[in-house]
Antibody
Framework: QVQLVESGGGVVQPGRSLRLSCAAS????????MYWVRQAPGKGLEWVAI????????YYADSVKGRFTISRDNSKNTLYLQMISLRAEDTAVYYC?????????????WGKGTTVTVSS | QSVLTQPPSVSGAPGQRVTISCTGS?????????VHWYQQLPGTAPKLLIY???NRPSGVPDRFSGSKSGTSASLAITGLQAEDEADYYC???????????FGGGTKLTVL
């Protein structure tokens, strides 16, 4: 079945880095655009970044621009989020999600999420 | 402050009908971008409920429906059931931000 499994979350000090991964299965990963969406504790959903199926297009929320990098390895069916200069306000559950077709602007499949806590 | 505005909470008794509003602006909903809705049950990941304003993915009951007009959209739930108790989020695209935007979420309580 179609599945997304995030990993790589944990507790990290402010200013440090972390890389999240999202393993995809059950569909042809290389033909779908992919998102990262986060949810701070007790808060709503926030779009973080999107990458096109061929990695040629990447867009970021202003809150993470210049600090986060979205990438993918289609040979490994894996999506990544490299996060540097982490701040307390980056503390959240990070979800990866699939876009049914690039430019459709919604997420039809979601992973269960991985938790990132930025704290000293 | 979310770009899309939703009421923080709504409630209804079993069997009743409730609606959740989502208000945007001329750079998102008013610009013609579609509105999508997600259901997030307690402790779980969001799930796509309505896409492209009024379409239901396979498996979503027809008790859930969506509509859009001008700079706003609505989610309606009829025949309210206890298992509908969840957080609901609207989402669209914003051309001035060049990215997706979400509403702040609405907590539905089934009385």
């Amino acid at each position: 079945q179609v599945q997304l499994v995030e990993s790589g979350g944990g507790v990290v000090q402010p200013g440090r880095s972390l890389r999240l991964s999202c393993a995809a299965s059950g569909f042809t990963f290389s033909t779908y655009a992919m998102y990262w969406v986060r949810q701070a504790p007790g808060k709503g959903l926030e779009w973080v970044a999107i990458i096109s199926y061929g990695e040629s297009n990447k867009y970021y929320a202003d809150s993470v621009k210049g600090r986060f990098t979205i990438s993918r390895d289609n040979s490994k069916n894996t999506l990544y989020l490299q996060m540097i200069s982490l701040r307390a306000e980056d503390t959240a559950v990070y979800y990866c999600a699939r876009e049914p077709q690039f430019g459709y602007y919604y997420m039809d499949v979601w992973g269960k999420g991985t938790t990132v806590t930025v704290s000293s | 402050q979310s770009v899309l505005t939703q009421p923080p909470s709504v409630s209804g008794a079993p069997g009743q009908r409730v609606t959740i509003s989502c208000t945007g602006s001329s750079s998102n909903i008013g610009a013609g971008y579609d509105v999508h809705w997600y259901q997030q049950l307690p402790g779980t990941a969001p799930k796509l409920l309505i896409y492209d304003n009024n379409n239901r993915p396979s498996g979503v009951p027809d008790r859930f429906s969506g509509s859009k007009s001008g700079t706003s959209a609505s989610l309606a739930i009829t025949g309210l059931q206890a298992e509908d108790e969840a957080d609901y989020y609207c989402q669209s695209y914003d051309s001035s931000l060049s990215g997706s935007v979400f509403g702040g979420g609405t907590k539905l309580t089934v009385l």
